[in-house]
């Protein structure tokens, strides 16, 4: 432990407390995060503090990712509204409007219009916001526009070179464009950043699949599905990799499991891999 300290404040001043304590983190650690003495650390902003837990909230459901991603958005539209000029709150707006489509919670068509304009907002109100330009680069990777989603991605990871989320949207356009090493060297840097996303997870072990890595593989998603049961792509990944491997014990295991979550029909799933495994069950399946 290099720094604690303990602040007691009226929760209206809470971005001066954020200057504060970077403030005191800096000086504690003797690094140098600004080009000029006496800069500020945290943008001083007059935002409603409801508007700010609002977005905090926002953020808990964007990284927990499905069906929640409806209220992330709730949320982050809560807190625009209270404070229109919040740059950041309208760039994880545009980014769970971007992950509609992969969540089956809108078609691309509906949500990629979207997504644009409140990552256009955010950056009209901030051209330097990180998340909007990762927003964008979504929306490009799914409409294959790879040149565009690049330029947004790397543009955002310059800006927030810690950012795990940044990161791991590159990484899954690298994958999206067939780039499978590049997408797994990203996504594991990206890892190291926030080793408990169940997207991050789910992306790195789906990787390891592809490149045949099968027991790191299996590895991954067990550890993803240990700490989010509910992770469905992860869910998925896990019946394909059983499947794949010729574990259909497993991999019927697997697809109640994914039924179960989905809402749909486990005997169905299951008769699909009866089919696999036994050539006599396919007419059946």
Do not use: C
């Not at 001043?13 to 403030?23: K, L, P, Q």
């Not at 070179?161 to 999206?176: F, H, K, R, V, Y």
């Not at 592809?210 to 998925?236: K, M, N, W």
């Amino acid at each position: 432990q290099l720094w604690s300290e303990k602040y007691d404040r009226k929760l209206t001043t809470i971005f001066a407390i954020e200057d504060e304590i970077s403030g005191a983190i800096a000086g504690k650690l003797r690094v140098q995060l600004t080009g000029g003495a006496g800069q500020a650390l945290v943008a001083q902003q007059t935002i409603d503090p409801r508007a700010h837990d609002f977005y905090l909230s926002g953020l808990t459901l964007l990284a927990a990712r499905g069906p929640g991603l409806r209220d992330a958005a709730a949320a982050f539209q809560s807190a625009v509204k209270l404070a229109p000029q919040y740059a950041e709150a309208w760039g994880a707006l545009a980014e769970a409007q971007a992950l509609y489509p992969d969540y089956d919670l809108g078609t691309m068509q509906a949500a990629d219009p979207i997504a644009l304009a409140s990552a256009q907002h955010a950056l009209s109100l901030n051209p330097d916001l990180a998340s909007a330009y990762v927003a964008q680069g979504m929306v490009y990777k799914d409409q294959w526009r790879w040149a565009e989603a690049d330029r947004a991605f790397r543009r955002a990871v310059s800006l927030a070179p810690g950012d795990a989320e940044a990161i791991n949207q590159q990484a899954q356009s690298l994958l999206a464009a067939g780039q499978f090493n590049p997408a797994l060297a990203e996504i594991e840097r990206a890892q190291r950043l926030d080793p408990l996303s169940p997207s991050i997870g789910t992306t790195r072990g789906y990787l390891l699949m592809i490149l045949r890595r099968y027991e790191a593989a299996s590895a991954q998603l067990q550890l993803t599905l240990a700490t989010h049961p509910d992770a469905v792509p992860a869910r998925g990944n896990a019946l394909e990799l059983a499947v794949i491997r010729h574990d259909y014990a497993d991999a019927e295991k697997q697809a109640r499991l994914l039924a179960a979550l989905v809402g749909a029909d486990p005997d169905v799933l299951a008769s699909l891999i009866q089919g696999i495994a036994d050539p006599t069950l396919r007419d059946a399946a």
